[in-house]
C-alpha cells in the first residue's frame, strides 16, 4: 500500500494529517498522488467528509515532490497555499505559521523542527574519559519539517522534474525568499515501521499530540473511540 495509507489508531496516516488543517480552518485539500494513487482515490471517495473537499489528483507514478505541486498550479487558484507530506504529524499552530508568513511578505515559509535522535550519545572530556549519557537528547540542528506555505510566485521556481527540498528551496534560499517557522512542540514522520509503532502507541495510550487542536490539552472527539489494531504495510 501507499505510505500515505498507513493507519495509525485505525485511521491512514493522510486522514490525520487533514485533521490537524481541517481542525483549524482549512477546508480545500488536493491530493498528489503517485504510486498505487488509484488506491488513495477510493480511499478518499469511501470517506465521509464533513464540512471540507478533498480531491485526489494524479500527477504521476514518478513525479518528485516539488513536480507534483507543479502539477497542481492550475487548481491553486493564483492564492497563497499550505502545502505538507503525507507521512508527518505535529500540534503545529497553523495561524502562527500564517502570520509568520504574512509578517515577513517573502515567497515561502517552511516549518523547522529540532527531532529527538535515535540513539543516546555519550559525553566525553579532553581525554575521551567518558563523563555520562544522555538518552536521546533533541538535536541542536533544525530540519525541514514540511508544513509550508507558498506565495503564487513560487510557483516560478518549480517544475515537473523538481525535487522541492534540493532547487527550488534552495534558490528561494539564495534569493532571500525563504523563511522558516520555528515549531517547538511535537513533531514525528512515519519513514519506518518502527516510526508507525510509536505514533499508534501513542494513539493508544491517549497521548497523541497532534489530534489536538493548538493548546488544547484534549484529543479531538473526531479522533476519539478507536481502539482498532494498526495496519502496516511497507514503508519507506
Known sequence: MPK???EIGGRPIVRHVIEIYARQGFERFLLATGYLGEMIEEFVAA???SGIEVEAVDTGADTPTGGRIARLAERLGGD?????YADGVADVDLAALLDCHA???????????RPHLQWGI????ADDGVRGFTEKPRSEHWINGGFFCFEPGALEYLDESSVLEREPLERLAADGQLRAHRHEGFWDCMDTYKDAVVL????????APWARAPGDWAV???????NAQPTLGEVG
Open 220 to 226: 479531538d472527539p473526531l479522533f476519539r473511540g478507536s
Open 122 to 125: 555519550a559525553h566525553l572530556d
Open 200 to 207: 499508534n502507541d501513542l494513539w493508544a495510550a491517549g497521548e
Open 103 to 113: 509578517d515577513h511578505g517573502r515567497l515561502a515559509t517552511m516549518t523547522v523542527v
Open 4 to 6: 500515505a495509507l498507513v
Open 47 to 49: 470517506e465521509a467528509w
Open 80 to 84: 497563497t497555499f499550505c502545502a505538507t
